[in-house]
Each structure stands twice: as structure tokens, then as C-alpha cells.
């Protein structure tokens, strides 16, 4: 009985180097290449931002948290914030409901279906930069023909010489690309449900709403966990779309926080100031993140 009880101990020790071996093999070039990208870049932000070196000189000098107290009474720097902030909710909120309407509707069996799903995902294929330049062509050529033909006014005004019809513009192209993304992820959520819960539901008499609503929200929450998550960092990160499509006019009204960190550190040659900017950003998605991670994984099924 001793015998049998250590010898598979012994096996296991032979092969723990093996299998940290096979670890270090497949995991140990993502962990270089996410260390070298975020992890150390993090860390030196952090430490810059209690520096006023201006990304130029080889030397600087230590300016403790005078940056950040600059941050909290710099204006312009919270309303970069508060527009990031409204833009993100609805961008976040709009592209989530269509992209959840859409993989409803391609649960069902319609025909083309992959099809289908291949032309709502495609936005999200264009790169930001150029996806924000076709769309000021849009705006400011076939919306203002459109509207000049049918006298929409809506779509004929100056897209982008007022802070709302820029902020409107914004999530209106956001929205268009991120759908597309989230549509995938809802749509596997949508297979992953098991057909006789529906079936269940049905034969007991609920109707279509009440299947939706007691049935597949429930079980589909982890992809709502995941699109919210996604759409979240994504939205709040805006930044090369922001660049082409309004590059923050009128007089930096749709400015997002990352333009906003950027001018600062590279335009105006602060990078301490910009640095301290930045960790302040950083918490504050890692804040709206963690609320919203908590407020709906605790809302997910189990089966």
C-alpha cells in the first residue's frame, strides 16, 4: 500500500519538467511579447508621470505628484473626459443592442445566413484611420445629397462645425464598426443556448418575449459579460477614428482623452504631465470596467 501511494508521486515529479518545459514553449512568447508591450511600458509611465521631462532632454528632475495636481485643475483635460465618457455610453449601449439584434435574427434559419453575417461583420475588416475618412466623405458628400434630395435637413447640416452633430457622427461610425464585431460573439452565445430549454418554454406556453427574456438573456449573460467588456475598452480608447473623422473640432469639443494625453505629451513636449494624465485614464477604465465585469457576471446562468 506505501508503494502504490508514492510511486505515482514519483511519476508526477518526472513529469513537471516536462510539462513547464511545453508551458514555457507555447506561453512563453505571448508573455515576452505582452511584457515588452504593456507590461514595462506600463511601469515607465508610471514612473514618468512624477517627472517633468519633456521627451527631448537626457535629463529631467523629480516633481513628485505636482503632475498629478495639475491633471485634477486642468479643464480641459475633464471635458476630454466627459465626452469619452457620454460617447463611450452610447456607443457601448447602441452597438450592443443592434449587434444582439442581429444575432437573434441569424439564430433562425433564414436563408444566407453566413452570408449575412460575413456582410455585417465586414466595418470592422477597414482600419480605423481609413474607416474615419470614408465616413467624413459620407457625411459631408452623399448625406448632404441625400438630404438635399429628400429635404431631410437632418442629414444635409454641417456635420462637423457644431460639438453635437460631431459627437452624433462619432457614434454613429463607432457604433457601425463594433456591431459587426459583437454580432460574432453573440452569435456563438446564441448556439451555445440548448434547444430544449427553448422547446420547454414554448410547450409550456411562454411566448416569444417571455423565452427571450427568461430564457436565452439568462443564458447567453457570459457573452454579455464578454461584449460589454470589449465594447467598453474599445469605445474608451478611441482614438484613431477620433483623429480622422473630426480630429476634435470645433475648437477641440469632440476631443477624446487619448488626443487629449497625446497633445499633451508629444505636441506640447510634456510627457511627465501626459504620463500622470494617462494613469489617471487608466484607473478610471480599470473603475468602469471592474463595475461593470461585477454588475453582470453575477447575473449569469450555470448549467
Known amino acids: 500500500m506505501e508503494e502504490a501511494k508514492i ?7 518526472r513529469k513537471l519538467p516536462k510539462e513547464f518545459k511545453y508551458y514555457f514553449i507555447f506561453m ?3 508573455i515576452l511579447l505582452f511584457s515588452s508591450l ?10 514618468y508621470s512624477f517627472t517633468n521631462w519633456n521627451g527631448i532632454d537626457q535629463t529631467y528632475g523629480m516633481v513628485g505628484i505636482n503632475n498629478y495636481f495639475r491633471t485634477f485643475q486642468d479643464k480641459g483635460y ?9 460617447f463611450s455610453a452610447l456607443s457601448v449601449l447602441f452597438s450592443n443592442l443592434i449587434a444582439f439584434c442581429w444575432a437573434y435574427i441569424l439564430s433562425k434559419p433564414i436563408p444566407f445566413r453566413n452570408f449575412w453575417r460575413a456582410v455585417i461583420f465586414l466595418p470592422r475588416i477597414i482600419g480605423g484611420v481609413v474607416l474615419g475618412y470614408l ?10 445629397q441625400f438630404g438635399q434630395a429628400t429635404g431631410l435637413s437632418w442629414f444635409s447640416q454641417n456635420w462637423f462645425t457644431t460639438p453635437e452633430s460631431s459627437f452624433t457622427a462619432l457614434v454613429i461610425v463607432f457604433t457601425w464598426t463594433l456591431s459587426g464585431y459583437l454580432m460574432l460573439i453573440y452569435s456563438a452565445g446564441f448556439a451555445s443556448i440548448p434547444g430544449d430549454l427553448q422547446e420547454a418554454a414554448i410547450v409550456d406556453g411562454a411566448s416569444p418575449l417571455q423565452v427571450l427574456k427568461n430564457v436565452i438573456i439568462p443564458m447567453i449573460m457570459p457573452s454579455i459579460t464578454q461584449c460589454l467588456f470589449i465594447a467598453i475598452n474599445w469605445t474608451m480608447l478611441l482614438y484613431d477614428t477620433n483623429i480622422s473623422l473630426t480630429d476634435g473640432n470645433p475648437y477641440r469639443s469632440s476631443e477624446g482623452v487619448t488626443m487629449n494625453i ?3 505629451a508629444y505636441r506640447s513636449n510634456q510627457i511627465g504631465y501626459g504620463a500622470a494624465k494617462s494613469c489617471i485614464f487608466i484607473v478610471i477604465i480599470v ?11 453575477k447575473r449569469e446562468v450555470e448549467l
Open 7 to 13: 510511486q505515482p508521486a514519483a511519476v508526477t515529479s
Open 28 to 30: 512563453g512568447p505571448a
Open 38 to 47: 504593456f507590461v514595462i511600458p506600463f511601469f515607465g509611465e508610471i514612473y
Open 78 to 86: 475633464w471635458k476630454s473626459v466627459w465626452f469619452t465618457i457620454r
Open 135 to 144: 465616413w467624413r466623405f459620407i457625411f459631408q458628400n452623399a448625406f448632404v
Open 262 to 264: 497625446y497633445a499633451t
Open 287 to 297: 473603475a468602469i470596467t471592474m463595475i461593470q465585469i461585477y454588475a453582470t457576471s
